[in-house]
């Protein structure tokens, strides 16, 4: 991701932010039931009470919120490249560690957090061919001790080309050189799917 394209995902949520306050629709979500399916979705791969989790492209820290709703408190890492999102989650989850920027900005080491977990972070159409989204779970499943969960937009079910999208085959295919244990989820809304990649 060039800076260029950097900056206008910033000034993009700058401006969402400014029309919507603390709202789903900030993060150009459709609501926040859709928000929690795709929540519920990354927390089936195991996520339980106490793991730390790496969040990558976590806007306000709305998982986190939504996993103690469940009685599953986490130690909850959060990366975005909004510090105008940041600022808020971190006045509403001061128990938390937060970083502003890319994931490839920061100095993890490997497998420093039980889980690595995306959601809608992916869907940036930066015309590259999937090769940032790529690189970004292979970084992923690099930081995991448990596994990594993330969603993509399915381009079977997509009309516009304006949002980046793949099909779950080859998403699939392409983690499974990465672990040996992989799956997708791909059921439980028309646009969407989950991978999880386990250790």
């Known amino acids: 991701m060039n800076e260029q394209q950097r900056k206008r995902i910033i000034d993009k949520h700058r401006d969402s932010l400014t029309r919507h306050g603390y709202h789903p629709h900030a993060l150009y979500w459709s609501g926040r039931d859709i928000q929690e399916v795709r929540f519920q979705m990354l927390a089936n791969i195991g996520i339980a009470s106490g793991d730390s989790v790496l969040d990558v492209g976590c806007g306000f820290g709305d998982f986190k919120s939504w996993s103690e709703q469940q009685d599953s408190p986490l130690q909850y890492t959060g990366i975005d ?12 989850h001061q128990d938390a560690v937060f970083f502003t920027g890319d994931l490839f900005d920061m100095s993890f080491e490997n497998k420093s957090f039980d889980w690595v977990i995306l959601s809608g972070a992916l869907n940036e159409q930066l015309h590259d061919e999937s090769a940032y989204a790529k690189s970004i779970i292979a970084r992923m499943y690099q930081l995991c001790r448990k596994g990594t969960a993330f969603n993509m937009l399915d381009a079977r079910a997509l009309t516009t080309h304006d949002l980046h999208s793949q099909t779950p085959k080859n998403i699939l295919i392409f983690c499974q050189k990465l672990s040996p244990n992989c799956s997708v989820i791909d059921d439980y809304l028309a646009n969407d799917f989950t991978i999880y990649m386990m250790r």
């Open 81 to 92: 490249l909004s510090p105008d999102l940041l600022a808020q989650a971190k006045g509403y």
